[in-house]
């Protein structure tokens, strides 16, 4: 795929962004959602929308969604299995990477409006077409006859099942198909049951900086800014940092900061995580901290969850904030580091694996971490700028968000 469906870091330049925007224009992103009323309700917004939210990047984040919504429309139909089958297109389409891109077809389908149709043709973007022949517990079977051009057998095999499902329940289901039209072309980005909730980049957004604003509020000289943005359409991840930085000894300066992430195809969840900012020359790193006390403090929403519950759960959330003080103990543990360079080789162990998931950027790791450093304590900052590095180059997120555990696991166990 290319930058039409892959979740990118977002550039963050602190001096061109003006730090703050009022909750009046956030809450633009959310006109029209439908759980704007109950957004509104629950964070008391007419009370508050000529306040400003000062968050550095907040701005910048804030215009690359404003952008997305303006380019992509988002609505969702619903369907029976036995009422769909599958063709190729015959045109190659940006973002897919086959040359005739597989598409699904709706026989007949209900709109959001309750008005049955017929007729609609999208293609198969991300997991969607596993996803639905997950429901006849045959996704291998078929992926290998699509990939061999065998479409007609595929058919042929869903033909079988549209016959039976007359005869048993078991065999047809009703699903929620979860659409994007981007370019007057439409693409079927998730399949979800009938209770799936909207908890996308817009909404997980929009509440993360009202729940930032109010803490801030309530706790004066300790800010958060977002220090690290990756997204697309569908799945968002940002992490918001402490300015209250503190000393850690051989890690060098670090603060506490939050992961908030959602994915919304179908399988993700709402989440907020805590980790660990080391502030080495120049972005810095993340660290994904083990202790237990920790795991507790963080919060994961799935998407069945109800609308109610879920602002439930983030209006009430006081205990993500500021742990630098639990870092520090983490980083005790391992403070007596005296082998960086036995850390380098397992790092790079694990990158070179034949089963490595970095084999597409395997080189370009291979070119951070080949050279080697002295046993000495004093080098242990050589292998954090190396991961640093790691952390800046411009690659898929998904790699990234594993590289990042590949290393934390190997620095933190020691």
Known sequence: ????????????????????????????????HPYEKNIFNVFKL????????????????????????KNYHYFKIQAETNQISFKYGNYQVEGIPESNPLMFRFDEYIDQNGEILSGLEAFALYESKSTYFDSFSM????????DNDLVDLANYNLAYFKKESKKKEGFNKHRSYRLVEHNDEIFVRGITSGNYNEYGVDFTFVTSMLLFHNYMKQ??????AISFAALNES??????????????????KISSAISVSTNDLGKGALSFINII????????????????????????????????KTLEILSCIEDVYNYSNLFLNELSIV???KNPDDLRIRILNKIEHPNSSFKDIKNDLKNIFSKSINNEITDFAKLLEMCNKAEELDINYDLKDKLRVVISKVILNN
């Open 1 to 32: 795929m290319n930058e039409r469906f892959i979740q990118r870091r977002l550039e963050l330049n602190v001096k061109e962004s003006l730090g703050f925007i009022s909750i009046k224009q956030l809450c633009n992103l959310i006109e029209g």
């Open 46 to 69: 007419d009370s508050i929308l000529d306040e400003s939210i000062t968050i550095k990047n907040i701005d910048t984040v804030f215009y690359k969604i404003q952008s997305i919504k």
């Open 139 to 146: 996704t291998k079977y078929a992926n290998m006859l699509f």
């Open 219 to 224: 706790n004066p000289g300790n800010n958060y």
């Open 235 to 252: 799945k968002m991840e940002l992490i918001l940092s402490s300015n209250e930085i503190k000393d850690a000894g051989d890690f060098g």
């Open 277 to 308: 900012k080391l502030h080495t020359k120049g972005t810095g790193i993340y660290l994904y901290p083990e202790n237990g006390e920790l795991a507790k403090k963080n919060v994961s929403i799935n998407h069945t969850t109800g609308v109610n």
């Open 335 to 337: 403070k007596n580091i």
